[in-house]
């Protein structure tokens, strides 16, 4: 199974749930991330999160999802978007005719404050996005 999950900047939200469905899966699910503006690099404290977590971070990087429009980007068997903007955008034709679910979350990646404050929310984000992922994966059998 392919799944693109998409947020606007692909910096934070998108960044870590494509880790973790890659981890929770055990493998068994490709899943990629990108955005309709990306920032160009994933925030540092996703993937300082993530290396606390045990999660690979070797090649998560901020890309446009025109990079998954081509026709020779991998199908997509499914399209999450996990901020309200890109739920709201007109998305680009994906090859195939991917499910699309929204599992919106607020950002980690607006929090102002301490290192530790916004750890914190970016552990709240972390949180909130593995329990989505549990249940779809106990869902769809994976």
Partial sequence: MNIL???????????????????????????????SHPSGTPHPAALRLLQRKIHPIDGLRSKSWDEFSTPDAPTMDLVIT??????????????????????????????TGTDAEIDAAFEHTYETLLEKARIFLAQEKL
């Fill in 5 to 35: 999950v998409l947020c606007t900047g692909n910096s934070a939200r998108s960044i870590l749930l494509e880790s973790i469905l890659r981890v929770e899966s055990q493998q068994r699910i490709a899943s990629f991330s990108a955005g």
């Fill in 82 to 111: 996990v901020c309200d903007n890109t739920a709201a955008e007109t998305c680009p034709l994906w090859p195939g005719t991917p499910r699309r679910e929204h599992w919106g979350v607020p950002d980690p990646a607006a929090v």
